[in-house]
C-alpha cells in the first residue's frame, strides 16, 4: 500500500525487493543512478524489468560527477577490479565514495517531489562488511535526515538489512521475479564474468538457496 | 587548519564562510551546484570569487535531474516567483525538493574522495523558517549519516547555523571578502533584481549590519 520510489540497480537484490513491494500492493516508481560505473550495462536489466512489471523507470543521470569520484575500482579505468568474496579486503576497492548517501537523497527529492511516502532500498547483510553505507545505522541515520529535511516526511524501507542474498534469491523464486532479466556484474560485460566480488556472491546465493541460477556466466 | 570541501553558491554566506576558513588557514576545494536552477548566473559569481582566493573550483552538473525536481519556482518556469521576506508562506514555493541533502551529499563525496576533513555548508538562522533542510536539526542528522558513511570519517562545519544574515555581511566586511563579486538574485538575470526573496534578505542585512552593500539593483 502507499506509494514508493524504489532504486532498482538491474540486480537481483533490488529487483527481489520490487516484486515484494508490488505484490503487496506498492504503488511503485524505479530510479537508476548513472554514476559512471564499468558495468553501465546494470542499467538495460534495470529498464528491462521495469517494462516487465509496466512500473514508471527513470535515470539520474550522474556520470558528470565522475571526477569527484575518482579512486574507486567501479568508477576508474586504472584501479582494477578485485575477485572474490565481498568480505575481503581487497574488495574495498569498489567502494564508491558516499555512493548510497547520494543514490537516497535522489530517490529522497523525487519522492517529495512527486509526494511518495518512501523511498526502497535492498542493501542486505552480505553488504555489511565492506559497505558502511549498507549498514543499519547508516540507514537509520539517513532516514532521519531525510525524514526532516522536508515539510512532506519521507520514509526510508530497507526490509533486507538482515536478510542473507540467499534469503533474497529465494524470496525472489517464490515471488516468481524475472530473475533471468537481472545483471549484476561488475566487469560489464554482456554475460556476467563469474568472478568478481557481485558474481561471486550471486552464484553463492543461488546454490545455498537451492534454487536454479538462471544467470549465464562467462567462466 | 585541515581540509574542507566548501559549498560555494557564489552568495554572500557561503563566500564569507570560505573567506573566514582560508583565514583560519584551512586548505579549502569549492564545490558549486548546477541543479537547473533559473539563477544559473550564480556559477559565474562562484566561479569569480574562487578565483580571487585562488582555490580549486568544481560544478557538479545535477542539471539532469531536473524532471525529477519539480515544483519549485526555483526549477520549474511555470511556478512564479515569490516576492518579499523569507519568512512568508509564499516563498516556501522556492523550496527545491531535498537540495541540500543533494548538494553535501555530492561534497561529502568528493571529501571522501580526496580525504578532506570536513565539508562546510554557510546555512544560516533566516533560512530556518520556510526551509527544514538548513536547521540544525537537520544538520546534526545530516552529519550523523556522513559519519557513518565511510571509513574515511568527514565532518560538518556549518558555523553560522545561528548567524543572522546581518552577522555575516559584518563580518565580511571585517574579513575584506570579495562581497563585490558575490550573486544571489532568484531571478537569475545579470544585475540583482531587489525584490526577491533573497534580494529583500541582502538588502535587509546590509542596512542592518550599517555596512555599505556593493550590490547593484534593477529597483
Redesign the interface.
Known sequence: MGAAVVLLSGGMDSTVLLGHLLRGGTDCRT?SIDYGQRHVRELDAARLIAAHYGVEH?V???S??K?????SALTSDDVPLPHGHYAEESM?AT?V??????ML??A???A??VKADWIAYAAHAGDHAIY??C?P??MS??E????????HKVRLVAPFTDFTKASIALMGVRLGVPLHLTYSCYAGREEHCGKCGTCTERREAFALAQVIDPSTYEA
Do not use: C, H
Open positions: 530510479l527513470r539520474a543521470d550522474l558528470s560527477l571526477p569527484l569520484l575518482a579512486g574495498k567502494v565514495p558516499n555512493r548510497n548517501m547520494l537523497a535522489i529522497g527529492a523525487w517529495i517531489s558502511p553505507d549498514r545505522e547508516f541515520a539517513f532521519r535526515a531525510l525524514y526532516l529535511a522536508d515539510w
